[in-house]
């Protein structure tokens, strides 16, 4: 009885760890008629270890080893190298493997010189050999960490020379300083999502149940991150969002640790060497180094990202997202020192209860708009002829301003109800102010890429710009926030049958 007790302690926490390994391998899309006999296996081994019978009248721990041990030990390798491993592993995996090596090796030499005769030999012979391989398996490991430091640093300067040929590309623009408020967007990168986590909220994409989607679930799509350039005359160089960093898209591995790298997709991220912040101001006549102040949405990742290039900026961000705590924390490094907190208590602010007017001349009000993250702000810019509201990810493209009809995941319970309070509370703004237009830090539809990107080429829309944004965003939207016909979202799977799909509007 105790000895049954003994090996079911034994069992459940060796199936919760396969269980754990196998959530990471779906997560990382490895395909559904692969785990599924992995799983079985890795299921059968401690199982089968433990009460060899299990597995059939004739099996002994020894057959067991062999099967089903040797195909769930291969198999484990296999995939971890297919998809978890990264060259900076290398130096820990040599020293695990030198101290398995010794470990054996070591009572295996007692052993040997207990024993007797021919059997004394060969023993010896073996112990010698496994403690031999263990020394130089040790001496690799001590000297991998600058073999893997030099493969990285040569990767690195090759996204440095690709940087620095986009900047010099021709047709670069000069900044025009005439006394007006500009905004630039850019396309700093592309982030691979589940369509479902982008646009199935309202079929039961929510929470846990989300979640748990995203195991299962692997239609996925490609949406563009915007980051926002502001030139102000009073206020200098400021930034709404940084987009994605060249390291978190081509040194992924490299640039999280191996907890955010289990948890997360190596291809999460694209960006090509134009859509790199340095080279996008660059390209529009400014200087990365001259941006004063960056206005973080909020601190995720596809967000905060940029700050890297940024290291002199003031990082203004709502506290509550800071304490909650940064899941990625590398792309602060440079800028730890330089945050800055709004206090949201200049009142409220239409249909917002607080804001916070930031130089105190009503140019830039900071929005609290939590739900997305506990902290998440929206940003309002005072320009010529009318306002630009920096969305974040309150709501990521037009349509979901439908937010009955068109709904992004949400984290569930309160945080649903905050997101969606701060949903209604942005259309109330866009109501009451008919020249303020919204800016989304996701948008993939016609809105973005049709009349945003035109309307801004310059920096200025001027009222005209402005007021055809608008009259767009009225072609889509009914004044009650219902979508008109040909604008609700559908998903296109992709035509190869691997990649992401892409989105359909009708
Ligand atoms: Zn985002």
New binding site residues.
Partial sequence: MLKTLSKIALLVPALAAAAVWLIVLRLKSVPMPLLVPYGLLLAALPAGLLWPRVLGRRSTRRRVRAFPGIPAALGTLALYLAVVHHVTDLPVLLALAAVAALTWAAPAFLRARRAAGGRAAAQTRRAFLAGGAGLVLGVLSGLSPGWVERRRGQALARGERQRQQAVRAPGARRRIADGAVRVFPIHAGD?IVTYGQFYGGLDGWEGLNGYLRTLVDKAQIAVP?HAYLIDHPRHGLLMVDTGVNWEQAHDHDGYYDLTSRLLTERDEYRLSPGQDLRVRLARLGYDAGRIGTVFLTHV?D??AGGLRSLPQAEVVLDRRDWDHGVLYPHSFDLVKENLSFPAFDSGAFGAFPAGQDHFGDGSVILLPTPGHSPGHMCVLLRMDGGSVLFV??TL?TLPHLAVDQVRQMTIGGADTARQLEAARRIQALLAAEPATVPLF??DNTRYHADRVVPAFAHGRPGKEGLRELRTHMEAVLTPGWRLRAGHAPRFVPPESGTGPGRVEFR
Avoid: E, I, Q, R
Wanted: a negative charge.
């Fill in positions: 982030t991150v995720h596809d967000h974040g990810d990521y830090a996701h």
